[in-house]
Each structure stands twice: as C-alpha cells, then as structure tokens.
C-alpha cells in the first residue's frame, strides 16, 4: 500500500521547520549543543566568532520553531535541544551529505 499524502497544514508545518533548519548559523549552532546538556548563550558567542545579538537572534527563531529550549538563571542564558528529535534530525542530515 503507497503511504498516504501529508496534509497541507502538516506540510506547511514541515516546511517551515526545514526552513528553520536552513541557515548555516542555526545549524553550527545545534552542533555546539550536546544531546543531554545545556550550554551557555555566552560560550556560544565565543565558540561562533559572532556578536551576542546575532547569536541571540538566531537562538530566537530555533526557539520559536521549537527546536531549542532556553534557561535564563541570573544574567545567565543557557541553551539546550527541546528533545532527541532534533538530535537524530541532525545526525540524520549529516550522514545524508556524508554518502
């Protein structure tokens, strides 16, 4: 049996998490985030070169899409995958370019 058509508001929805995933910037960024911890928006800035408004702006829309979850403690941002899906998505992107 063929599988079944996406509806058109699941593949708007799809297409808009993809296109989330799309920017260079945003994709370094989840490679810098561990599965199972959290890292600081700080140590992002370092790690990317990049100014803590451009970071903080990408951050925002990986958090919109739900692809990234944020702490704040004190002064103190901290960043972290929303859940495993994104990791395997990830992971899975990389081992597609790398065949």
């Known amino acids: 049996m063929p599988p079944s058509i996406l509806s058109l508001d699941t593949a708007y929805e ?3 998490l ?10 370094q960024i989840i490679s810098l985030l561990p599965e199972d911890d959290e890292v600081g928006v700080s140590e992002l800035v370092a790690k990317l ?13 990986l958090r919109d899409k739900r692809i990234i979850r944020t702490r704040k403690q004190g002064r103190n941002v901290f960043v972290c995958l929303d ?5 395997e998505l990830f992971q899975r992107g990389l081992e597609h370019i790398q065949h």
């Open 18 to 27: 993809f296109d989330s995933l799309s920017d260079p910037t945003r994709l």
């Open 14 to 16: 799809l297409a808009e």
């Open 83 to 87: 859940d495993r899906h994104v990791a």
């Open 49 to 61: 070169n990049l100014s803590k408004s451009a970071v903080s702006h990408q951050l925002r829309g």
